[in-house]
């Protein structure tokens, strides 16, 4: 049934009954002249909103937080975090919880309104957001989604009407997320740090019951959970790094459980592939460089692990020895994706013992030429040959005969295994200059450039797209840099 604004929401509000710790009741800001500036309506059809015209008042005054719709309950969540390895109170500071909305399909849906205005949780924020980062999440997750990455998605944003306080005044927006849920890591690490155990415990069932339902009946259920938590995130990292994909700031508080990839701040693709990738001008360290990535997300998973402990063991030497195990089983884990993910962009359906030295000599190869990370993968997956300026460079020459032996080895070419090659190496990515360049636009009151981005983006493996979406940046552009906290 859709209601007085035309929107078809089936709204619980499961976190919102949690004990009062957890969340904080607030109201959105008030914005004058919300205007929709991009609609997802696969998404709302997916999600059996029946959303109207974007053009309708109603839908920007709902997608702006104005018009709260019956049933909703909106919450800004607690958490805690440990962001570049120091941990801090956290908390929504610029998020408002809307509810969470059942899918025809039965699936429990976060409704999330980012840059709604302040919170008990801003700290000395502002609580708003910009037009252009709140695109960039927009484009950069859809493309995910796309590529088959697990993602929170945007169901849309709208354009305050009014300007927020950066370097420069800038157009304030309002993003729709929706997520699994948005469960952090740094949900776990506000339990356990301010709350105590028994709150860890109803978190933990709360979470069990919100993404593994079938582990509250094993033996140790919160050792199952953590398991499939470990999983989901060894999975989740080794996708992005078979994309190129830089997240940037993996901070607990964005790492989440449900293994859905969230927030996109200073996140960026690779270009010219180099393992010590880092774009984020405020990662100094590069602690989140691309090769770091993987250790990374095993940190925070001990962070999580530590959460956990209590509800793992009633000795604590016992504990801290089941969730070490459990840890440690990441390794191999995010080994075998990564592995198997690499032998898939290469064409190769059998498993050999040389393989991993096979990726990485490609990867080595790479690295000293400097070749484009998505380009050469999707050119070996066209042609079977490499890109027409690598074809000379002998480590590269010499890798691609080892991998036609190794293919040979399984009665296929370099040709023959194209077709496979082509379904999991993209052709377009959000490359970083061409999301700047959408956004520029936007920012200038044309959405044209976004809208055609996006068409290309839908459909990562497919060549008939505009080669200018396949290409790499011109050779002599500066290096490429993100900034976080806009
Ligand atoms: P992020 O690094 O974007 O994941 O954000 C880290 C923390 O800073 C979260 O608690 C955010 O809610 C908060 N935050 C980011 N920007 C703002 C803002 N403009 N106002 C208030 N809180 C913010
Ligand atoms: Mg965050």
Not at 50 to 57: G, I, L, Y
Not at 304 to 313: C, G, I, N, R, Y
């Amino acid at each position: 049934m859709n209601d007085a604004n035309g929107f078809s929401w089936e709204f619980e509000n499961t976190y919102a009954e949690l004990p009062p710790e957890f969340s904080a009741e607030v109201t959105p800001a008030r914005f004058r002249s919300p205007r929709v500036a991009i609609l997802n309506h696969r998404l709302a059809d997916e999600l059996g909103l029946s959303v109207p015209d974007a053009e309708e008042p109603s839908v920007a005054s709902v997608l702006a937080g104005q018009a709260i719709p019956a049933g909703a309950r909106p919450i800004a969540q607690a958490y805690a975090g440990h962001q570049f390895g120091g941990f801090t109170m956290l908390g929504d500071g610029r998020a408002i919880l809307l509810g969470e909305h059942r899918t025809p399909a039965g699936r429990l849906v976060d409704v999330q309104f980012k840059g709604s205005g302040r919170t008990p949780y801003s700290r000395r924020g502002d609580g708003l957001a910009a037009l252009g980062p709140m695109l960039r999440e927009y484009v950069v997750g859809e493309a995910m989604h796309a590529l088959g990455i697990p993602t929170t998605r945007s169901l849309a944003v709208v354009a305050t009407g009014e300007k927020v306080r950066r370097e420069r005044p800038l157009p304030g927006a309002v993003l729709t997320r929706v997520a699994a849920s948005h469960l952090r890591v740094g949900t776990f690490e506000y339990a356990a740090s301010f709350l105590g155990e028994s709150a860890v415990r109803t978190l933990a069932d709360y979470a069990i019951a919100r993404h593994d339902p079938e582990l509250a009946a094993e033996p140790q259920p919160y050792l199952a959970f953590l398991r499939a938590v470990i999983d989901r995130q060894a999975a989740l990292v080794a996708s992005w790094q078979l994309v190129g994909f830089v997240h940037g700031v993996m901070n607990t508080d964005n790492m989440t459980i449900s293994g859905e990839t969230i927030d996109y701040g200073p996140c960026a693709f690779l270009d010219e592939y180099h393992a010590d990738m880092v774009f984020s001008s405020i990662d100094e360290g590069g602690r989140y460089a691309y090769k770091n990535q993987p250790p990374i997300a095993q940190w925070n998973l001990c962070r999580f692990a530590e959460t956990l402990l209590p509800l793992l063991d009633a000795d604590k030497d016992e504990a801290v020895a089941t969730a070490t195990t459990a840890i440690e089983s990441f390794v191999p884990a995010y080994e075998g994706y990564w592995l198997d993910g690499m032998r898939r962009k290469l064409g190769l359906q059998q498993e050999e013992s040389g393989d991993r030295e096979l990726v990485e000599a490609l990867l080595k190869g790479m690295q000293a030429a400097g070749a484009d990370f998505t380009g050469t993968f999707r050119q070996l997956a066209e042609t079977g040959r490499l890109p027409l300026d690598l074809e000379n460079d002998e480590c590269l020459r010499a890798w691609r005969e080892q991998w036609t032996e190794r293919l040979g080895r399984e009665g296929r070419t370099p040709e023959s295994a194209g077709p496979q090659m082509r379904a999991v190496n993209p052709a377009v990515v959000p490359r970083n200059h061409r999301v700047e360049e959408a956004l520029a636009a936007a920012e200038n009151d044309d959405m044209t450039v976004l809208h055609d981005l996006l068409a290309a983006l839908s459909k990562p493996f497919d060549s008939s797209a505009a080669p200018e979406y396949q290409q790499p940046p011109p050779a002599n552009r500066p290096r490429y840099r993100t900034f976080c906290g806009t």
